[in-house]
């Protein structure tokens, strides 16, 4: 705030930020990639031209957002690729994407390698309430096996804080809220719960101490500090909206979930607490899969009657490859209203989505064949670390997706650690 300027650092020592989104089950290149041939390859290995005027049909969504972000092809996840495991490919997209690492097949257990995201929550988040935050739109199952003797818990996480260990991943926005915001005892958490309508908000603690720092403030920073907690009050309202439709006149083993059936309303929330998780810098890193490496979810509400990996083994069948683009057209939209959420909340030094550096994108490339090549691969913010938009880069086939992930944490000044397969850095992001 400007009354406060005395106190606040240098915005050019502003802390930045890293944000992973994942897509599952791969896309339908030709709808989504610029300039890609019929095997998704790029065009010309090494241009770096202009985004085309209008946008594939799958980004049309993002059309508005074209000098926010680029898109990188030539990318390649060769760990997600079988050598000699056999089947798997699934989860193995998901296990490689931010390690880099081959999965083993070990009767359920698992086998890898610290994840991008975790390499540089050690560094940016050990002094913060929470050193990384993982979201999902579904839970992760990591109990068991889920893909051709891969450990489901390679399918579900895509963030790792060591060989053996996933980072858990929360799906339910009322308990991301109360993490954040409401403390870690669970004790507290359960009467939180159970008597909702008796509990006063969380900002009515802090009124009194609000109240004396809006005093002291411009009348420009106190139409800030209003704004940030009238948005609080709304986002505690919209929660209590969604749990308020579950069903009590039926039986309890037919009572719904308080999560949201719909997927458009539940990335929206879980977006919301990402950029209030940001704002309130709570943390600096964070992954958000939209849903499960493998994923069979129905979108009944795009019009998409059978599952999500179904429809993509559509072996050209034109009425599946319009599933699949719905979906893929409906998670553009998701990250349409991050990219707006992330610009339009702002601190000190400006939007939010100017110091964070966002990729979007998925392990496997054309989900009918499982390429792991030239992968649909989407760098978004970060204007503040030096990245460059409104670009279709066409690096080299096979280079590896760990560079650009090396790439990222050099630009957040984290101190070089190995990655998986990476090979050196990502050139060309600021130009």
Same mark, same amino acid.
């Given at each position: 705030?400007?009354?406060?300027?005395?106190?606040?650092?240098?915005?050019?020592?502003?802390?930045?930020?890293? +944000?992973?989104?994942?897509?599952?089950?791969?896309?339908?290149?030709?709808?989504?990639?610029?300039?890609?041939?019929?095997?998704?390859?790029?065009?010309?290995?090494?241009?770096?031209? /202009?985004?085309?005027?209008?946008?594939?049909?799958?980004?049309?969504?993002?059309?508005?957002?074209? $000098?926010?972000?680029?898109?990188?092809?030539?990318?390649?996840?060769?760990?997600?690729?079988?050598?000699?495991?056999?089947?798997?490919?699934?989860?193995? /997209?998901?296990?490689?994407?931010?390690?880099?690492?081959?999965?083993?097949?070990?009767?359920?257990?698992?086998? +890898?390698?610290?994840?991008?995201?975790?390499?540089?929550?050690?560094?940016?988040?050990?002094?913060?309430?929470?050193?990384?935050?993982?979201?999902?739109?579904?839970?992760?199952?990591?109990?068991?096996?889920?893909?051709?003797?891969?450990?489901?818990?390679?399918?579900?996480?895509?963030?790792?804080?060591?060989?053996?260990?996933?980072?858990?991943? $929360?799906?339910?926005?009322?308990?991301?809220?109360?993490?954040?915001?409401?403390?870690?005892?669970? /004790? /507290?958490?359960?009467?939180?719960?159970?008597?909702?309508?008796?509990?006063? @908000?969380?900002?009515?603690?802090?009124?009194?101490?609000?109240?004396?720092? @809006?005093?002291?403030? @411009?009348?420009?920073?106190?139409?800030?500090?209003?704004?940030?907690?009238?948005?609080?009050?709304?986002?505690?309202?919209?929660?209590? +909206?969604?749990?308020?439709?579950?069903?009590?006149?039926?039986?309890?083993?037919?009572?719904? @979930?308080?999560?949201?059936?719909?997927?458009?309303?539940?990335?929206?929330?879980?977006?919301?607490?990402?950029?209030?998780?940001?704002?309130?810098?709570?943390?600096?890193?964070?992954?958000?899969?939209?849903?499960? $490496?493998?994923?069979?979810?129905?979108?009944?509400?795009?019009?998409?009657?059978?599952?999500?990996?179904?429809?993509?083994?559509?072996?050209?069948?034109?009425?599946?490859?319009?599933?699949?683009?719905?979906?893929?057209?409906?998670?553009?939209?998701?990250?349409?209203?991050?990219?707006?959420?992330?610009?339009?909340?702002?601190?000190?030094?400006?939007?939010?989505?100017?110091?964070?550096?966002?990729?979007?994108?998925?392990?496997?490339?054309?989900?009918?064949?499982?390429?792991?090549?030239?992968?649909?691969? +989407?760098?978004?913010?970060?204007?503040?670390?030096?990245?460059?938009?409104?670009?279709?880069?066409?690096?080299?086939?096979?280079?590896?997706?760990?560079?650009?992930?090396?790439?990222?944490?050099?630009?957040?000044?984290?101190?070089?650690?190995?990655?998986?397969?990476?090979?050196?850095?990502?050139?060309?992001?600021?130009?």
């Amino acid at each position: 705030m400007e009354s406060l300027n005395w106190a606040s650092p240098n915005p050019d020592n502003q802390p930045a930020r890293l +944000l992973y989104v994942y897509m599952p089950n791969g896309v339908h290149i030709p709808a989504w990639m610029p300039h890609a041939t019929e095997k998704g390859q790029p065009a010309q290995a090494g241009r770096h031209g /202009a985004l085309p005027k209008v946008l594939p049909p799958s980004l049309r969504p993002l059309q508005d957002w074209r $000098e926010s972000f680029s898109i990188l092809t030539g990318l390649t996840a060769d760990k997600a690729r079988a050598n000699g495991d056999g089947p798997g490919d699934h989860a193995r /997209a998901a296990a490689a994407f931010l390690t880099g690492v081959q999965p083993k097949k070990a009767d359920g257990a698992v086998l +890898l390698g610290k994840s991008a995201d975790q390499i540089a929550a050690e560094h940016l988040g050990k002094d913060l309430p929470f050193r990384s935050l993982q979201l999902g739109c579904e839970p992760a199952g990591n109990a068991g096996e889920c893909d051709s003797g891969y450990a489901c818990a390679y399918s579900g996480n895509i963030s790792w804080q060591n060989q053996t260990t996933p980072t858990s991943k $929360e799906i339910d926005p009322r308990k991301v809220f109360d993490r954040l915001f409401r403390g870690n005892s669970p /004790a /507290a958490n359960q009467d939180y719960l159970k008597n909702l309508e008796r509990r006063k @908000s969380i900002l009515d603690t802090v009124h009194k101490d609000a109240k004396n720092l @809006s005093n002291g403030l @411009s009348t420009e920073d106190r139409n800030k500090l209003d704004e940030y907690l009238s948005g609080i009050r709304e986002l505690e309202r919209r929660l209590q +909206l969604e749990e308020s439709k579950i069903e009590t006149s039926v039986a309890d083993n037919l009572r719904p @979930s308080r999560l949201p059936k719909d997927f458009k309303t539940h990335v929206k929330l879980l977006i919301d607490m990402l950029a209030l998780a940001f704002q309130t810098d709570m943390t600096r890193v964070a992954t958000l899969m939209f849903g499960n $490496e493998g994923s069979n979810r129905r979108y009944l509400e795009i019009g998409v009657p059978g599952g999500h990996h179904s429809a993509t083994h559509h072996k050209g069948e034109k009425g599946l490859i319009r599933q699949v683009c719905a979906i893929n057209t409906l998670h553009s939209k998701a990250f349409t209203y991050l990219l707006k959420k992330l610009h339009q909340t702002t601190i000190e030094e400006g939007s939010i989505l100017s110091k964070t550096a966002v990729v979007f994108g998925s392990g496997i490339a054309d989900g009918n064949r499982h390429d792991h090549h030239a992968l649909p691969i +989407l760098l978004a913010g970060g204007e503040g670390l030096g990245l460059r938009h409104g670009k279709m880069r066409e690096y080299r086939m096979e280079t590896p997706l760990g560079n650009l992930h090396q790439e990222l944490l050099r630009r957040l000044n984290v101190p070089h650690s190995p990655l998986g397969d990476a090979t050196g850095f990502l050139p060309s992001l600021d130009r």
